[in-house]
């Protein structure tokens, strides 16, 4: 996690402080709860809410760990010194380092997902605008990047559209999966505390109860979480490498926006690259990167080890705030992407009408061609075209097994785009429904 890569509002959930601030709401609740079952006095469960608007001292924690060598005991410390070491007895009663721990964490990573929601809605929503504003226009489509069939733009933005869409939906169950928390003791029996505090704290959080905890809250709830993120990452980079491609010289059908003063090379002042979307394709990869650890992190000794905390200190909050940055890159690079459709068109007109191949190869079959002869006619005379430059259509209408089967008529009927557009409103109908 680096500034470079970061937006505020998703450091900010990282920061010790919001760590901090959560860790006190958790130990605050649960004296409440306990407070109201009868285990300690009102009163002290009142005094513990003086730390309520306090700024805890980061500096002094970490000296205070420096000599425990464990952080939540710090932080009581510093806690006790705040409110008073009287009013601070009752406060862990009955509760293990990782009921704050664990609790804590989902409680940030509910945040953070929220926020990746907000980034899918601006890719979503970028994307939906740019489909409608080039349903129609026509490029061709490519298959082992080679030409294919003729296709439109806005279908393109359609279908990463439909894509990121699904992501949100992954993205909603992956949040729901964390959205739990556990207040449930050393080994989860609540064998010193009551499960009503358990209760409690999650209402006030946010957070349903876990149903059954260790000393930990199950890892496979947060594998999931980042597996989700990692599908995420990789549409990110599917979209970055369809307009990076689109961008080559010899393609230039689209590009990202390059605003006054850019430079594109220290070099070659000529140089106009694609460096937002190669930006994203490098952060999608370190996204993924967090996958196979928390896979990792499922497998615990018994009741619990430490071999996940660790990674989780780090894949947490450089995972997400990555990807949040990366969600608003790649909206800014669709909102502002330059779009050439006389290029789309040039591009697809370049091999003089090899891309109605199958038309021809159907219309063949359907007079009565075998399929294997149809293929034979249609692939003699794209031939030509591919090795002596020849029109594709012109070979057609030049060739006399061909005109015995099809009128000319017909043959010049098959070379119509509006062919392959004929369904585009019911796609768009089907990815953004019928309004």
């Known amino acids: 996690m680096i500034p470079r890569y970061s937006r505020p509002e998703m450091v900010a959930i990282w920061s010790p402080q919001t ?70 007895r009752f406060v862990h009663q009955g509760m ?32 939906k605008a740019r489909a409608y504003e080039h349903k129609d226009t026509v490029r061709i489509g490519r298959s082992h990047g080679i030409h294919a069939e003729p296709t439109t733009m806005g279908l393109t933005f359609a279908r990463f559209y439909a894509e990121m869409a699904r992501n949100r939906r992954r993205l909603e169950v992956a949040r729901a999966e964390v959205a739990t928390g556990a207040i449930s003791g050393a080994v989860g029996t609540f064998a010193n505390i009551d499960p009503r505090v358990e209760e409690h704290v999650c209402a006030q959080l946010g957070l349903e109860p876990e149903p059954i905890s260790t000393q930990v809250i199950p890892r496979d709830r947060h594998a999931a979480f980042f597996a989700a993120l990692g599908v995420v990452a990789a549409s990110i980079e599917n979209i970055a490498i369809e307009i990076r491609h689109m961008q080559r010289t010899e393609v230039l059908e689209a590009e990202e926006f390059f605003s006054a003063g850019q430079k594109g090379s220290s070099a070659m002042p000529h140089k106009r690259n694609p460096v937002l979307t ?80 199958q038309r021809v190869l159907l219309a063949l079959t359907q007079a009565g061609v075998t399929r294997e002869d149809a293929y034979r006619l249609v692939q003699r005379n794209a031939m030509k075209v591919w090795e002596q430059g020849k029109d594709f259509k012109t070979e057609l209408l030049a060739d006399p097994e061909v005109t015995a089967v099809l009128k000319p008529a017909e043959i010049e009927e098959k070379f119509d785009l509006g062919y392959h557009t004929k369904h585009v409103d019911t796609i768009f109908a089907r990815v953004f429904g019928q309004g």
């Open 278 to 357: 190669e930006n994203l394709t490098g952060l999608a990869r370190l996204v993924r990167m967090a996958v196979v650890p928390a896979l990792e992190n499922v497998a615990l000794w018994h009741e619990r080890d430490i071999s996940h905390s660790s990674v989780e200190r780090m894949i947490g909050p450089d995972t997400t705030v990555t990807l949040d940055f990366a969600l608003h890159r790649l909206a800014g690079v669709i909102e502002k992407l330059v779009v050439y459709p006389d290029n789309m068109l040039a591009n697809m007109h370049k091999f003089r009408g090899l891309v109605m191949s």
């Open 19 to 88: 760590k901090f601030r959560i860790w006190f709401e958790i130990e605050a609740h649960a004296c409440d709860a306990m407070a109201d079952l009868g285990v300690i006095p009102h009163e002290n469960a009142q005094a513990v809410w003086k730390a309520k608007d306090v700024e805890f001292d980061v500096e002094r924690i970490d000296a205070i760990e420096a000599v425990t060598k464990h952080d939540v005991i710090a932080f009581l410390t510093h806690l006790a010194e705040i409110v008073g070491s009287d009013a601070a």
């Open 96 to 127: 293990t380092s990782s009921d704050v721990l664990d609790t804590t964490y989902n409680v940030q990573l509910v945040r953070a997902a929220d926020l990746l929601l907000a980034g899918i809605d601006r890719v979503l929503a970028a994307l």
